[in-house]
Nanobody
Framework: QVQLVESGGGLVQPGGSLRLSCAAS????????MKWHRQAPGKERELVAI???????NYADSVKGRFTISRDNAKNTAYLQMTTLKPEDTAVYYC?????????WGQGTQVTVSS
């Protein structure tokens, strides 16, 4: 059974850092493209970062230079390191991967950036 479980969210002050984790089970994370998305209140879900099976990464312009996506194949876990956080980064963050025509999502983890 495929499962994605995000963790690591919380309340952080502007300029702070957080590392989100996405623990995968039921499939080998290393052979798939993994993505992080976020959804802020009243807004559509947006793609934040991608890491391919080959290790190539790509980021939304709004987080480029501040966020880093990575994965630990031995732990079957993907990460999103977030630095220099801004209030506009406040959102629920989700990890995701697609197998054929099916998208798998975790339950999300809340990130709140506020002083």
């Amino acid at each position: 059974q495929v499962q994605l479980v995000e963790s690591g969210g919380g309340l952080v002050q502007p300029g702070g850092s957080l590392r989100l984790s996405c623990a995968a089970s039921g499939f080998n994370l290393s052979i798939y493209t993994m993505k992080w998305h976020r959804q802020a209140p009243g807004k559509e879900r947006e793609l934040v970062a991608i890491i391919t099976s080959g290790g190539s990464t790509n980021y939304a312009d709004s987080v480029k230079g501040r966020f880093t996506i990575s994965r630990d194949n031995a732990k079957n876990t993907a990460y999103l390191q977030m630095t220099t956080l801004k209030p506009e980064d406040t959102a629920v963050y989700y990890c995701n991967y697609v197998l054929g025509s099916i998208g798998y999502w975790g339950q999300g983890t809340q990130v709140t950036v506020s002083s």
